[in-house]
């Protein structure tokens, strides 16, 4: 039987995801806000967090939120929230006000922890890539006593078939504990299960990275992909979109380095990670330590983070161990 929270989770993560492509083809200049750590936010991911817990709420009143946007900027610009309220009003059957669309989005500012259940949401993970036209996702998990045991990633610009640019494009990847991964294709009911791939040698692999060379360093992960003898040049795109590369076989490997001293967000992980795992890979940080999920909002107990296929799991450790100079790293 398929879960409430798994249907819930669909639902509200398709009608996220239609507003971002709404608001893609309807995005003006100007309408992108800088925040303090200088990255954008647009009134996309606002409207899609609006969603997202507007939808949960309706199907659990006490649910709590981990979400990655707050109204801060709303409450400061009065046409930034008018455009965010008609957004939401024209993608949902009932209306809102918008005293009630800020108070949505701020559920998300629920600080997480190792007990109780709770949900974490990116509303636009790739941001950078949504403004360029390029790969981002809706990412949605569910936590249960620090542990992600349901993730739902909304990819609108992502090939269903493979890579394939030419063929239909939208799909979602749904992840449950224990149960497997699967894609399910824009417009369809279908939830295919997917796996990663079975590929067992490093020299034949394909490895996938962060668009953005700030965002992960794209010089160390060129060295461990020498050492491993990967020829192939790396599949460099935003968001989790990267997560359900790995999950449905068309790479092997993703690596994360991000800058000195960055801490992770949980929700740029939580549902991914989960959907390349119950996918049959293996997810951790740079030192092979599971992500931990159960410290607040952030991956404080985790640096790096790095997904395979499982079979080339240790060979890709042991090529990180030796780029970074590393004593530990748990094998797996
Ligand atoms: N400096 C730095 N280092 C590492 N990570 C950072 C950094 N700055 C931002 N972020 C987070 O990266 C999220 C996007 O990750 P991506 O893998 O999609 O990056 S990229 O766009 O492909 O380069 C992005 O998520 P969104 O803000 O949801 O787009 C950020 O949470
Ligand atoms: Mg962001
Ligand atoms: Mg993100
Ligand atoms: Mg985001």
Known sequence: MVSKEREVAIEAVLKACTVCQKVFNTLVKGETVIKQDESPVTIGDFAAQAIVSI????????????????????????????????????????????????????????????????????????TMGFLRGGQYAVCLGYTVNGEITLGVLGCPNLPCNDMDEN????????????????????????????????????????????????????????????????????????????????????AEVYLRFAREGYIENTWDHAAGSLIVKEAGGIVCDMYGKPLDFSKGRQLINNKGVIATNGILHNQVMKAIKSVFKLNNVLLA
């Open 167 to 250: 063929g239909p494009k939208g799909c979602l990847f749904i992840g449950e504990k224990g149960l497997g991964a699967f894609q399910r294709n824009f417009g369809s009911n279908e939830d295919v299960k997917i796996h990663v791939s079975q590929a067992d040698t490093t020299a034949k692999a394909k490895f996938c990275e962060s668009f953005e060379s700030s965002h992960s360093s794209h010089k160390d992960s060129a060295e461990i992909a020498s050492l491993l003898n990967i020829t192939l040049p790396p599949i460099r795109i935003d968001s989790q979109c990267k997560y359900g590369i790995i999950a449905r076989g068309n």
């Open 55 to 126: 939808t949960l709420q309706k199907h659990f009143p006490d649910f709590k939120l981990v979400g990655e946007e707050n109204s801060k900027a709303l409450k400061e610009s009065e046409s930034l929230r008018k455009r965010v309220t008609n957004l939401v009003n024209e993608t949902l059957e009932s209306k809102y006000s918008e005293e009630e669309i800020m108070k949505a989005i701020d559920r998300g500012t629920y600080e997480g922890g190792s007990t109780g259940n709770f949900w974490v949401i990116d509303p636009i993970d790739g």
